[in-house]
């Protein structure tokens, strides 16, 4: 190399200058290419003891009619046919003629909890629910919707709740994940609603299934004997690449993530076929969930590899019905057929949690995006409501048998002790025993968290 001082002009001083600026820029909002900014900017500490180890999300996805199942109205029975007596919210395609339901609504067990007659097993169980019926959320379609029931966003890409929890607690088991999905749906958001966004990748959602089918109840790509050596030696092979990529990169959060997934991938290989063996269980305890039953065999499945799971120290796990509580039309017949499929299984989820001595440490959210308009749309449909809804909680530290909040005289907006979205996440995240205004992850400059700069916890469900 030569020895000579390099001559620069005004040009390549102007335009070597430039570049750079430039490239301080481009850091600046690029903090996982920052060595400082790849520590995880969080504070994972516990406010209070927590009351419960894990959550079974059972995503009733579509929206079932709150006015049909845990919210009763008998002002909505006395004036069906007549006209709503108030104006219609924005972007509604309904008559503003009232629809009562088929359903009989009942009180239930020693509690007195109104469940209607389109959810017999549940209503068994009616002692040991939660009914938060005061519920409201962003978003008049599904996306948006879906967005914040299970990212707490309605229009950006963000963490799942699922990642947030695996973030701040990791897994129960030192070889599986913290977080799975059954029967995910790929539309209104798809994988961005179990996904870990800019959270290190080993915090999105295991998979199993999708669109409300079990399928063959596997973890894709993980099949073959755990001996195998040449699936082995691909493992070796993908995370030497990986290393050598980081290496030459400098700390980077997306690659130091793909190498903790296929590190967790690798292990899964040996713990997770048993856990996944649903064989291993009674069969007197599969009928009980319905498995063999046609209508109910795939969620059924998926409620019983729940349990296991949870029993094995999986954090966050999502069951998803499929986006089939949507009825625009055909209510009877829908919700019927969508009740059918999955009434007894979660019953029977609720009974197992507690043979097991499981229920006091779980928490199971039964519920949608939204709830459903108590006016007609069509012939005989509800529309989307997202102004007014409930949500069942069922297990450690929430009050059981125990109704809170209010929906108007005919159930169309939440107007006494309103929860929001951003609110259920806040108190999940509490009963995990985690402050949600703690829980942050630095990124492109700023901290973001679950509830944003939004959510309260709501102590008055709590016992």
Avoid at 64 to 78: E, G, I, N, Q
Avoid at 171 to 197: C, E, F, K, M, Q
Avoid at 371 to 384: A, E, F, L, M, S
Wanted: contains cysteine.
């Amino acid at each position: 190399m030569s020895d000579r001082p390099v001559q620069i002009t005004r040009r390549h001083f102007g335009a070597t200058c430039t570049m750079s600026l430039g490239s301080l820029c481009v850091s600046a909002v690029m903090p996982w290419r920052d060595a400082a900014a790849s520590e995880l900017a969080t504070v994972h500490a516990s406010q209070v003891n927590p009351r419960i180890k894990r959550v079974i999300f059972l995503f009733m996805h579509g929206g079932p009619s709150h006015v049909d199942t845990f919210d009763y109205k008998p002002l909505l029975a006395r004036d069906d046919g007549q006209p709503l007596p108030f104006d219609l919210p924005p972007n509604i395609d309904a008559v503003p003629k009232l629809l009562n339901g088929p359903w009989k609504f009942k009180q239930r067990g020693e509690s007195g909890l109104w469940v209607s007659s389109l959810l017999p097993e549940m209503a068994k169980e009616a002692d040991s629910l939660c009914v938060i019926r005061s519920m409201h959320t962003r978003g008049q379609s599904h996306g948006q919707a879906v967005g914040m029931i299970n990212t707490g966003s309605d229009n950006f890409v963000r963490p799942s709740v699922g990642a947030w929890v695996s973030y701040a607690l990791g897994s129960g088991h030192p070889d599986l994940p913290a977080h799975v999905a059954i029967g995910p749906a790929t539309a209104h958001g798809g994988p961005r609603n179990y996904g870990a966004a800019f959270l290190p990748a080993m915090h999105q959602a295991t998979v199993i299934g999708s669109n409300g089918k079990f399928g063959d109840g596997k973890i894709a790509h993980l099949n073959g004997p755990v001996e195998n050596g040449l699936v082995q030696q691909r493992f070796d092979l993908v995370n030497a690449l990986n290393k050598r990529h980081l290496n030459s990169s400098g700390p980077d959060r997306e690659i130091e993530g793909a190498i903790e997934a296929v590190d967790l991938a690798d292990r899964m290989r040996r713990s997770a076929p048993e856990v996944f063996d649903l064989s291993q269980e009674s069969a007197q305890l599969q009928a009980a969930y319905g498995i063999g039953q046609k209508t109910t065999d795939s969620f059924g499945r998926s409620c019983l590899l729940a349990r296991r799971l949870a029993e094995a120290g999986v954090r966050f796990i999502t069951v998803s019905s499929g986006q089939v509580w949507d009825q625009h039309g055909n209510l009877e017949s829908g919700h019927n057929k969508n009740a059918a499929a999955t009434d007894l299984p979660i019953a029977e989820l609720i009974r197992d949690l507690k043979r097991r001595g499981l229920w006091d440490e779980t928490m199971i959210v039964w519920g949608g995006e939204f709830g459903r308009t108590p006016v007609v749309q069509g012939k005989n449909g509800r529309d989307h409501n997202p102004q007014g809804f409930s949500m069942v909680l069922s297990g450690g530290g929430v009050k059981p048998g125990f109704a809170y909040g209010e929906t108007d005289d005919y159930g169309y907006y939440a107007f006494q002790d309103r929860v929001h979205v951003h609110d259920l996440h806040a108190t999940l995240l509490h009963l995990l025993g985690v402050d949600h205004e703690r829980l942050t992850f630095r990124y492109a400059g700023r901290d973001f968290r679950l509830t944003d700069v939004h959510g309260r916890v709501v102590h008055d469900i709590l016992v």
